[in-house]
């Protein structure tokens, strides 16, 4: 009984930090604004967008022996403050997946597959054998695109990647695991990956994000803006 309301306590005053965080907000936008005389939602979504990652992962990583528990409440987070809408949904993220960084890169030209390179630690590799059936074409434009650009970084990436090779093959069985490939690092036992996804509404504009952040130093390790409209 004691642990749980330790934990409402926490996760009220997480709701109050990010209620305070609005109204720091539309404080340091009502600056902004007042410096070049021009009333714009856009900046005021910006702002809000950089408030929340620069707050949320603190929060977190200072409050991280009651981290699981936090996460129960925090799924789906309605907020409104004034003209500004924020819905907050807060998950661990779970990082058994495919690392793109990790496929072969020897010089073979075999149409062989090499998935064990990719280090996954739960997903059989029947699931990628059987969804790719190029795995040549497919390992030849990652070392295209880390040669060119260096390692992986987002989801973009490697999302872009996914497409050059349907364009390439035909072959759209890859879509089935699209969503298993990652750039993301594993992790120690101990720590976990925390995804925050949210979208904002001003006025008649609104903003959909997320960014994935280590519990343990609160460093952000992806962010993503999906859609402005």
């Not at 987070?77 to 990790?102: A, C, K, R, W």
């Not at 990719?118 to 059987?130: E, G, L, Q, R, V």
């Not at 390439?168 to 925050?196: E, G, H, R, S, W």
Request: aromatic residues 10%; contains cysteine.
């Amino acid at each position: 009984m004691a642990k749980k309301s330790v934990v409402l306590l926490t996760t009220l005053l997480f709701i109050s930090a990010i209620s305070v965080l609005i109204i720091k907000n539309l404080d340091d936008t009502e600056k902004f604004l007042n410096i070049i005389d021009s009333r714009n939602s856009l900046t005021q979504t910006q702002i809000t967008i950089n408030n929340i990652r620069n707050e949320i992962p603190e929060f977190f990583k200072n409050n991280k022996e009651n981290v699981d528990d936090i996460l129960q409440y925090t799924q789906n987070l309605p907020l409104v403050y004034g003209d500004m809408d924020l819905i907050l949904h807060i998950t661990e993220h779970n990082v058994s997946q495919f690392n793109i960084n990790n496929t072969y890169d020897s010089n073979d030209t075999n149409d062989s597959h090499y998935l064990d390179d990719f280090n996954a630690s739960i997903t059989s590799n029947k699931d990628y054998i059987n969804n790719i059936n190029y795995p040549y074409d497919f390992k030849r434009i990652i070392k295209k695109t880390k040669k060119k650009y260096g390692k992986y970084k987002n989801k973009m990436q490697i999302e872009q990647t996914i497409q050059e090779y349907i364009k390439l093959t035909n072959d759209i069985a890859i879509l089935n695991i699209k969503d298993k490939f990652t750039v993301l690092k594993p992790l120690k036992q101990d720590d976990k990956y925390i995804k925050c996804s949210y979208t904002i509404r001003i006025n008649d504009n609104a903003c959909t994000a997320y960014f994935i952040f280590r519990l343990s130093d609160a460093k952000i390790v992806q962010f993503n803006i999906i859609s402005i409209f």
